[in-house]
């Protein structure tokens, strides 16, 4: 099949690039498909390239192959995009960061109300392990090419200078030390990475930094979250995040929950080998 060398694709910032397979196929080894579904992919998405072809079609069309291959890859391919789908608030990306900290060993509360040193604040995450006291900001995304600009972190490090001092009153947390963290689903602008630095707040993206971003301690933990999957109706996913149901292993560990949404007996023997493939890969 001949390739079309040099066709250039759109990303969801605008920014048009020459398609690059390398990156497709990449994307497509963390979902850990297999060899042969892999080639298949790449050249199929390859041979229906067209110029200026936007990045979400690309997606699309990776997604719905792999499905027809295993519905438990393809929720792993998607994972980015059911990170997304956790809004629209972004409540429910609290409670997901907030189960990956404690898959590391935090012990965390989220959406508490905390008195600072001059007003009271609603902080998204407090994370706690060892002599580490962290308050955690989310900013939640819900499409793609959305970045969290410098604004952010200039006002998310006043909030937690104040929070911070008033912390360091109380006799309780004596000896600990204090962070502030700001976590998104997508990226931060340069300048908002260069202040969060800067100051000594931990920034964390969708793929910074290297090792502990976002995606890295999904594929550390296994923890993936209910909207990755694709055996269930999007009416449904959003009825168990009303539930507080944020986790497919949640899923495992309380099967009913499925039937409290409406899912058939017939269709749950399907929700639960996809949920099971997915959790203990």
């Given amino acids: 099949m001949k390739k079309k060398e040099g066709v250039r694709i759109t990303k969801a910032s605008g920014d048009k690039v020459p398609f690059d397979a390398s990156q497709l196929?990449?994307?497509?080894?963390?979902?850990?498909a297999e060899d042969s579904a892999i080639d298949l992919v790449v050249e199929s998405v390859s041979a229906m390239l067209y110029e200026g072809m936007s990045t979400r079609e690309i997606y699309r069309n990776a997604f719905g192959l792999l499905r027809k291959q295993s519905r438990a890859t393809a929720a792993r391919y998607k994972l980015?995009?059911?990170?997304?789908?956790?809004?629209?608030?972004?409540?429910?990306f609290e409670k997901f960061v907030a189960a990956l900290l404690n898959a590391?060993?935090?012990k965390t509360h989220t959406g508490e109300i905390v008195q600072g040193r001059c007003v009271k604040h609603e902080v998204d995450v407090i994370a706690e392990r060892g002599n580490q006291r962290c308050m955690i900001e989310c900013k939640f995304h819900s499409f793609k090419g959305k970045f969290s600009d410098v604004k952010i972190?200039?006002?998310?490090?006043?909030?937690?200078?104040?929070?911070k001092e008033a912390w360091g009153a109380e006799p309780e947390h004596e000896g600990k030390e204090f962070e502030g963290w700001v976590v998104t689903n997508t990226r931060f602008t340069t300048d908002a990475e260069q202040y969060g630095g800067c100051v000594g707040l931990k920034m964390i993206s969708w793929d910074s930094p290297i090792g502990n971003s976002i995606k890295e301690r999904i594929d550390r933990s296994g923890l993936h979250p209910i909207t990755s999957l694709t055996s269930i109706t999007l009416a449904e996913k959003k009825a168990l995040l009303a539930m507080d149901i944020?986790?497919?292993?949640?899923?495992i560990r309380i099967p009913q929950l499925l039937g409290?949404?409406?899912?058939?007996?017939?269709?749950?023997?399907?929700v639960q080998k996809e949920v099971t493939q997915l959790c203990h890969h």
């Fill in 104 to 106: 590391e060993g935090f």
């Fill in 246 to 251: 944020v986790l497919c292993s949640d899923l």
């Fill in 153 to 163: 972190p200039l006002y998310i490090r006043s909030r937690f200078v104040d929070v």
């Fill in 80 to 92: 980015k995009n059911a990170i997304m789908e956790l809004g629209p608030a972004g409540f429910a």
């Fill in 260 to 270: 409290k949404v409406g899912i058939t007996k017939r269709r749950m023997n399907r």
């Fill in 25 to 32: 196929r990449k994307s497509l080894e963390r979902s850990k």
